[in-house]
């Protein structure tokens, strides 16, 4: 396996400016490999969107996230566009997020989307 702490390092300081960060790049580059050294697959945090029992776990994203603490990941993001900032449900998935902090203050909570970019209609 590659060693990774340059990128995990740079995923957690973007954590620390926004609540929400994505990976985006070309298929098989390694961004759930990424994901998966900052959080767990196998942790509640983590949703691979690939996965028919994450699928269903967020099929009600109220339910499923808000009693969650800390990082949340959504792998295959791109599955659930509605997430996305462009549409109504992400202000709702906003105020499910650890509130809101001043810039370089972050605890490394929130919300990290994993998506190949080329199917994203943005």
Same mark, same amino acid.
């Not at 957690?12 to 098989?28: E, F, H």
């Not at 996965?51 to 993001?77: C, N």
């Given at each position: ?22 990976? $985006?790049? &070309? +298929? ?5 490999? !990424?994901? =998966?050294?900052?959080?767990? #697959? ?40 509605? $997430?996305? &900032? +462009? ?5 709702? !998935?906003? =105020?499910?997020?650890?509130? #809101? ?22």
């Amino acid at each position: 396996m590659i060693a990774r702490k340059t990128d995990v390092q740079a995923v957690r300081t973007a954590l620390k400016r926004s609540r929400v960060v994505g990976l $985006l790049g &070309p +298929r098989q580059c390694g961004k759930t490999t !990424l994901a =998966r050294e900052i959080v767990a #697959p196998d942790s509640l945090n983590y949703f691979d969107l690939e996965s028919p029992a994450s699928l269903a776990r967020l099929s009600e994203p109220e339910t499923a996230l808000r009693p969650l603490k800390g990082l949340i990941v959504i792998d295959e993001i791109q599955h659930r566009p509605e $997430l996305f &900032p +462009r549409h109504a449900l992400h202000q709702k !998935l906003r =105020r499910l997020l650890p509130r #809101p902090f001043r810039r370089g203050e972050g605890r490394g909570e929130g919300l990290l989307g994993v998506a190949y970019p080329a199917v994203l209609s943005v």
